[in-house]
């Protein structure tokens, strides 16, 4: 056996480990945040209604607008038609709103819903692509070898096309797909 007095020393590794432990130990304290700042609140503003009016007539017909003190306002009309089925009854709509997006400026949307559904106009709204193209018209004329030589347009009377501004070429079929042919 070992004598009592080799127990209570330590070894020096041992005791440099326990400090070691005690200064991390004191270091994670330190660092930990004080309970004493208030948590941040994420509730929306809510903002009041500054005026806001509906109608509802014998016919089932309707007026209604509405305005918020942050800039919203929308107005919508309404009247009853003739549904889409036998018994079903619809509504012809015209309607506008307005806000001011986050970057300042004002944007107004004029509609109109009815039988050919939901119609928005507004300056900030894409410009719809036409669902009709014009069809090429094939040519059944193989014996036209001879290069073609584009020739203007003549003037027409016809508002559409000088406010687009454009022409658009008629095609002839050749033998292996379209080139246009102008008039």
Do not use: C, W
């Not at 003190?69 to 089925?85: D, H």
């Amino acid at each position: 056996m070992e004598p009592a007095s080799d127990l209570t020393q330590t070894d020096p590794t041992t005791h440099n480990m326990k400090l070691l432990v005690l200064a991390a130990v004191l270091a994670v304290a330190a660092a930990a945040p004080s309970r004493s700042y208030a948590a941040p609140t994420y509730a929306p503003k809510v903002y009041q209604i500054l005026k806001q009016e509906a109608e509802l007539r014998d016919d089932q017909s309707y007026d209604s607008h509405f305005e918020t003190e942050n800039g919203i306002y929308a107005s919508e009309s309404g009247r009853p038609v003739e549904g889409y089925g036998d018994d079903e009854e619809s509504y012809d709509v015209n309607g506008q709103f307005s806000y001011t997006g986050d970057d300042g400026v004002v944007y107004k949307v004029v509609y109109v819903a009815n039988g050919n559904g939901f119609q928005p106009q507004g300056a900030h709204l894409p410009t719809p692509v036409p669902t009709e193209y014009p069809t090429p018209e094939a040519s059944d004329d193989d014996d036209d070898e001879e290069e073609e030589r584009y020739e203007a347009p003549e003037e027409e009377d016809d508002d559409d096309e000088a406010a687009a501004g454009y022409y658009q070429p008629q095609y002839e079929r050749v033998i292996v797909g379209y080139r246009p042919r102008y008039q």
